[in-house]
């Protein structure tokens, strides 16, 4: 008797299928999911420090913009027919239509900040690499664990040529906004303590 064999197939989702589950309910609107490759990821509840991270690099940047420079936070960025990521904090672009008319993408894209605590390995392993092959011209990953930011720029189809890193003491600046400064030591630990 010969084994039978059985062949696994698995349903990939687009961008479109997702806004359908959301119109319909199936996915709510504020649900914590990226679809990355076509599969849906469940984004674990950001802790205390990412989300205190995230409110200083909000206001730090919405200070120092051009008021025309969009500053996105926790939201939707078109990469791919099958991937849409949710950056913690994105610096877009003027646009005439101001988003209206459809969601940032990586044309759009200044630059691209994630914080990373236990998403650490995620963000380098997983989104980095789409976020260079869709063309993000500078990210940042904020490692709130051995406390220092990464500065990615460069972008090739698999992954960036360059990576600089950053310390507190430090200053960084955006490529694309060069008069925006932001204090490293102050976006890791505001507080001076090594948590």
Not at 6 to 12: A, D, F, G, P, V
Not at 114 to 135: C, F, I, N, Q, R
């Amino acid at each position: 008797m010969t084994p039978m064999t059985i062949q696994l197939q698995q349903r990939l989702f687009t961008v479109q299928d997702m806004e359908q589950m959301i119109a319909n309910g199936i996915l709510g609107e504020d649900e914590r999911v990226e679809l990355i490759d076509g599969q849906f990821i469940t984004m674990s509840p950001p802790g205390i420090h990412h989300v205190a991270c995230v409110d200083r690099l909000t206001k730090l940047f919405s200070r120092q913009v051009p008021d025309d420079v969009g500053v996105s936070v926790q939201n939707p960025l078109a990469t791919h027919e099958r991937t849409q990521p949710e950056p913690d904090v994105m610096l877009l672009a003027p646009r005439d239509d101001l988003y209206m008319n459809g969601r940032a993408t990586a044309a759009d894209v200044l630059l691209l900040v994630e914080v990373s605590d236990s998403s650490l390995k995620y963000d380098e392993e997983t989104k980095l690499p789409l976020y260079a092959a869709a063309g993000v011209r500078e990210v940042w990953i904020v490692n709130l664990q051995d406390h220092w930011i990464d500065c990615y720029s460069d972008p090739a189809p698999r992954n960036y040529r360059l990576r600089e890193r950053f310390f507190a003491g430090d200053t960084i600046h955006p490529d694309a906004l060069p008069k925006v400064s932001i204090d490293v030591g102050y976006i890791l630990n505001p507080l001076g303590s090594a948590d």
